[in-house]
């Protein structure tokens, strides 16, 4: 740009003050020379760059602008070189010092950095530099060394550990206190044992007495965790029950109880349990369990179950503790905001045996399609009811639920309440397919055939003699008057056989001759008892625990099978 047209611009003045290797008389006057022909070149660039400028900016030719400051700061650079040089030539400096310093000032350097001329430093660098990384290079190598003395303490720890013997950790066996002894404290235990799954059985395993509640003066809610912590080892489907064994007295009792919290809250499940004055296994509960305890339970089980997604209503029916499987229900359909309408109709015989009476009405206040029709038999004395009163009534249904005969009923109670209701909705005209049961004790079994009239009284040499036969009668062994009979069950691989009365279940013969059946429910819900029938035709009233492939595959329920021909069965 320097230059002239017919020769190449001028060598740059600094690369040749770095060739310089001294400062000559011939070296100075050459660099003078150099130094005013950059200022003359630059001055002229600068002049017509000037110029090009005005006339740009006057046509309003922005590119031609920006070209022309382009070439006025190469032009003050220029001028900047040749004047730098001359005044380094009048301090005295040598060519080389004379590039650095304008090299220095413009990359902006400060004047103490270090020259090529300056003293040697350690690796080119300044001392500072220098110090900064040999402390670095300490601060590392001290880390590394931290690092690998703790990865060799930990495997020595781990060769430790893996080299010791290890002691087996006991496990604990539930034990019954006697009601005379206080409670003892408590004390942490290991871990509990892992649950397992059998093979038709469902869950089997361990559950821990986390609080106890008492709803009614003979009602009580227990709620059961996980010994281990967590969410309990099972999933279940509302309406299902467990099964709980325990041993009194010397004797395993086993006893069915639905879950009455739902699933939805999988921290815990609680079954809430009646104390009936002759049964075994609800006088244990209420009487001699205590928070801390821990119960054999497998499960869940059972079909009388309902969890909102196969009709957009449903009808609750409950009589007295039959509503523990009702408000598993009504607690899921609540906590999951379910849209369909629930109709509850509730019977008790008191005011204070009105379970879980300030839930309901909680519930329903909240949610507005929740409707709840409870009855009393009685009002208990200091109570306020200005509800129904009386058992349940063809009224009270079509009162309580608009258009019944088009809903599904979910029914649950004593068997005769049930047999009551069953007939009331019929009269309503609700199909019995859309009628679901679950008894609450023991279901009644086939009915005797009637009987013929009896015979008028015989002489007294008759009589005389049918009283020494009734004598003779009464020496027979215990396990074989079972009562009066008209078929035999035989039992196949205890290769023992009994009569079967019409009013006995196979159940109960066995138990009453030593044939081990497994049961737990009693009322044909739980299929524990499941046994396979070898010959010959049962009745059975309940069979909600049999699958359509159980019937195919001859297996029948102990425990409500009865018969009026002979029969054998696998046990």
């Known amino acids: 740009m320097m230059g002239c047209m017919n020769r190449p611009p001028p060598k740059q003045l600094y690369p040749q003050l770095m060739e310089l290797p001294a400062m000559t008389p011939e070296a100075r006057a050459k660099i003078e020379a150099d130094a005013r022909e950059h200022i003359n070149a630059g001055n002229a660039a600068l002049a017509q760059a000037q110029n090009d400028y005005h006339r740009a900016m006057i046509g309003n030719d922005t590119a031609g602008m920006v ?18 040089a001359l005044r380094a030539l009048s301090e005295g400096q040598p060519p080389r010092q004379i590039a650095l310093a304008w090299f220095r000032e413009q990359m902006n350097l400060s004047p103490g950095a270090s020259s090529v ?23 590392a190598l001290t880390v590394l060394a931290f690092g690998v003395a703790r990865h060799r303490r930990s ?14 950790v006991p496990v604990p066996v539930p034990v019954q206190r006697p009601p005379a002894q206080p409670p003892t404290p408590q004390v942490t235990a290991p871990p509990m044992p892992r649950a397992v799954v059998a093979p038709g059985r469902g869950w089997i395993g361990s559950l821990l007495v986390a609080s106890i509640v008492r709803e009614t003066p003979h009602v009580k809610t227990f709620r059961l965790v996980d010994p281990n912590g967590g969410p309990v080892p099972f999933t279940f489907v509302p309406g299902q029950f467990l099964n709980f064994s325990t041993d009194i007295e010397g004797r395993t009792i086993r006893r069915s109880y639905t879950i009455a919290s739902p699933p939805s809250r999988n921290s815990y499940v609680e079954i809430t349990v009646k104390r009936e004055d002759e049964g075994e296994f609800s006088r244990f509960l209420h009487d001699k369990l205590a928070v801390g305890d821990v119960l054999q339970v497998s499960g869940p089980a059972g079909a009388f179950t309902f969890d909102g997604g196969t009709a957009d209503n449903i009808v609750l029916i409950a009589g007295g ?103 009331l909705l019929g009269e309503l005209g609700v199909p019995p397919d859309q009628i679901k049961t679950e008894a609450f004790g023991p279901a009644t079994g086939l009915v005797p055939p009637a009987r013929p009239a009896p015979p008028p009284p ?21 396990q074989q008057a079972v009562g009066p009979a008209t078929a035999t069950v035989s039992f196949a ?46 009745t059975m009233e309940v069979q909600d625990a049999l699958t359509d492939e159980d019937k195919a595959n001859g297996l029948i329920l102990a425990c409500q099978a009865h018969a009026l021909h002979d029969i054998a069965v696998d046990a």
């Open 67 to 84: 070209a022309a400051m382009t070439r006025q700061r190469v032009a003050l650079g220029e001028m900047e070189s040749g004047t730098a």
């Open 117 to 139: 001329d300056g003293p040697v430093r350690p690796f080119g660098i300044s001392w500072f530099h220098f110090i900064s990384m040999v402390v670095a290079a300490l601060f």
């Open 155 to 168: 495997i020595a720890l781990v060769n430790q550990l893996t080299k010791a013997t290890p002691v087996p």
């Open 321 to 423: 503790v039959g509503i523990t499987p009702m408000m598993c229900v009504i607690r899921y359909l609540t906590d999951t905001s379910w849209p369909g309408e629930v109709f509850l109709v509730f019977a008790m015989r008191s005011t204070e045996e009105f379970i879980f009476r300030e839930e309901l009405e909680y519930l329903q206040r909240r949610y507005p399609r929740l409707h709840v029709a409870a009855t009393v038999g009685s009002r208990s004395e200091g109570t306020a009811w200005m509800g129904l009163e009386g058992p349940i009534s063809r009224e009270t249904l079509a009162h309580a639920v608009p258009g019944i005969e088009k809903r599904r009923v979910h029914l649950c109670g004593p068997p005769p309440m049930m047999e009551a209701i069953r007939g």
């Open 458 to 478: 015989p002489p007294a040499s008759v009589a005389r003699l049918l009283d020494k036969v009734d004598a003779a009668a009464a020496d027979v062994s215990p």
């Open 493 to 538: 691989r205890s290769a023992r056989s009994a009569p079967l009365p019409p009013d006995k279940s196979v159940l109960e013969v066995a138990e009453s001759i030593g044939v081990p059946i497994d049961y737990s429910c009693r009322v044909g819900t739980c299929g524990i008892c499941k046994t396979r029938l070898l010959s010959g035709q049962v």
